[in-house]
């Protein structure tokens, strides 16, 4: 797939990630890796995708590292797509663009929500900072600004905002 990342963006961690995650097959593939879903037919049927884009779109996620190829059975081989540790590290992505989702229907409309597996109660998922547990969709209150191995370019977009920590 052709790079749709500016020039300018290389640098910036929401542009790279979107260049990996931003396509729409993309999420609906992780959300059913999530799900459990490890087979092509799998993936196929429930997306009802067609076989050339599934395959595109596999062995993207796999050269990503977020998924990887493994055979489960021989003759003929058939292989299945596992989630790797980084590919699991976006299931609160994943969850958090469901919950925004739902968060504009009425609860009656919502075809799908996240609950506690245990108690089966509905779950709200929100950013927090792990440090200090505040939520973080406050634009006012929490700012980016350059970190250690910003460019001029980044440095000047963030000019007037507070300074990175410097790293130890």
Same mark, same amino acid.
């Given at each position: 797939?052709?790079?749709?990342?500016?020039?300018?963006?290389?640098?910036?961690? =929401?542009?790279?990630?979107?260049?990996?995650?931003?396509?729409?097959?993309?999420? =609906?593939?992780?959300?059913?890796?999530?799900?459990?879903?490890?087979?092509?037919?799998?993936?196929?049927?429930? !997306?009802?995708?067609?076989?050339?884009? !599934?395959?595109?779109?596999?062995?993207? !996620? /796999?050269?990503?590292?977020?998924?990887?190829?493994?055979?489960?059975?021989?003759?003929?081989?058939?292989?299945?797509?596992?989630?790797?540790?980084?590919?699991?590290? !976006?299931?609160? /992505? /994943?969850?958090?663009?469901?919950?925004?989702?739902?968060?504009? =229907?009425?609860?009656?409309?919502?075809?799908?929500?996240?609950?506690?597996?245990?108690?089966?109660?509905?779950?709200?998922?929100?950013?927090?900072?792990?440090?200090?547990?505040?939520? =973080?969709?406050?634009?006012?209150?929490?700012?980016?600004?350059?970190?250690?191995?910003?460019?001029?370019?980044?440095?000047?977009?963030?000019?007037?905002?507070?300074?990175?920590?410097?790293?130890?």
């Amino acid at each position: 797939m052709a790079s749709r990342i500016r020039l300018e963006d290389r640098e910036c961690p =929401l542009s790279t990630t979107v260049q990996h995650v931003g396509e729409w097959w993309t999420l =609906l593939i992780l959300h059913d890796a999530f799900d459990g879903y490890t087979r092509f037919d799998q993936f196929q049927e429930s !997306l009802g995708i067609s076989s050339s884009m !599934l395959t595109t779109r596999l062995r993207t !996620l /796999v050269a990503d590292g977020l998924l990887e190829r493994r055979p489960y059975r021989t003759g003929p081989v058939r292989h299945e797509y596992v989630l790797t540790e980084l590919g699991r590290s !976006l299931r609160p /992505v /994943v969850v958090t663009l469901a919950a925004w989702g739902n968060s504009r =229907l009425a609860p009656a409309e919502r075809s799908m929500i996240l609950v506690d597996a245990r108690s089966g109660e509905e779950v709200e998922p929100v950013v927090v900072d792990a440090r200090t547990g505040s939520r =973080l969709d406050d634009s006012d209150a929490y700012v980016f600004t350059a970190g250690p191995a910003a460019s001029d370019g980044m440095r000047r977009r963030y000019e007037g905002r507070p300074a990175a920590p410097a790293q130890a």
